[in-house]
């Protein structure tokens, strides 16, 4: 099992890494099954992933075995979880707890809760107004690099933000989507966080689109254990509310393109 920072690029990623998935092969199945959720909370969406994740995982278990006895394997399934949360706050295994600046009665007062899961990286907020995406694909389907699979996120998200005039891209070092990205820039700031389980190349968790959420709940936090980078939103940059569901549609094609997939 294998988990991936919300905030660091784990080295060695592939070459090329943001070109399209090419054709599939025999045995791929490139559908992915979305599920728009809607607002729902934290936990349930949690354990919804994680059911999914086991059912893949118990056919690939079976695969193993019919390929050991010659039978022909049956496919594996992808989906895409798209939802909002209440306000939440979430910490990876590698996070901090005293990255969290509010205490048990201030978590009340605010309306949060605090959950501890099983992603990489640190700490992150989610709440309404944040477009959340959980794919859970077996790469198997698709590549197996997770490398190459976080920077196609990234990607659709820079080309989602593009099609509203936002101009946004990558830095460095740190995964996620973020603008005034350029080297030497006076205020990089993320609008879009990531953080990933791979287990047996089947995904969980992925990523948080800040479209009109609350900035002041990151105020609570350290974002992913980053003092000196802001955060932003894409009403922040465009002045003006943007639906939630309106961004979630146009992503979906940018998806499909960079994994060469059909979401349905």
Not at 26 to 53: I, S
Not at 108 to 136: C, E, K, M, S
Request: glycine share 10%.
């Amino acid at each position: 099992m294998n988990t991936y920072s919300a905030c660091v690029t784990p080295v060695a990623a592939s070459q090329d890494p943001e070109r399209a998935a090419g054709a599939p092969s025999p045995g791929q199945n490139r559908r992915v099954t979305v599920q728009r959720l809607g607002a729902v909370a934290y936990q349930p969406t949690w354990e919804l992933q994680e059911q999914l994740l086991a059912d893949t995982l118990t056919v690939k278990t079976r695969n193993r075995d019919a390929q050991a006895a010659g039978q022909t394997p049956e496919l594996t399934s992808n989906y895409l979880l798209l939802c909002e949360h209440p306000h939440v706050y979430t910490l990876g295994k590698s996070g901090k707890p005293e990255h969290l600046l509010l205490d048990e009665a201030s978590l009340l007062d605010h309306g949060a809760t605090f959950h501890r899961i099983n992603r990489g990286g640190d700490i992150t907020y989610h709440g309404p107004g944040q477009l959340v995406g959980y794919p859970i694909f077996d790469l198997d389907n698709f590549f197996t690099d997770i490398h190459r699979y976080l920077r196609l996120l990234e990607e659709a998200v820079i080309l989602t933000l593009a099609d509203y005039g936002v101009r946004a891209g990558r830095i460095a070092g740190l995964t996620g989507v973020w603008i005034d990205f350029e080297e030497g820039a006076p205020n990089p700031r993320k609008i879009c966080a990531m953080g990933v389980k791979c287990s047996r190349w089947v995904t969980m968790h992925g990523f948080a689109l800040n479209v009109n959420t609350d900035l002041s709940y990151f105020g609570h936090i350290v974002p992913c254990g980053i003092t000196d980078k802001a955060v932003t939103s894409l009403q922040a940059e465009l002045g003006r509310p943007v639906p939630v569901t309106e961004v979630q549609e146009r992503l979906l094609p940018h998806l499909g393109q960079l994994f060469g997939a059909e979401f349905a």
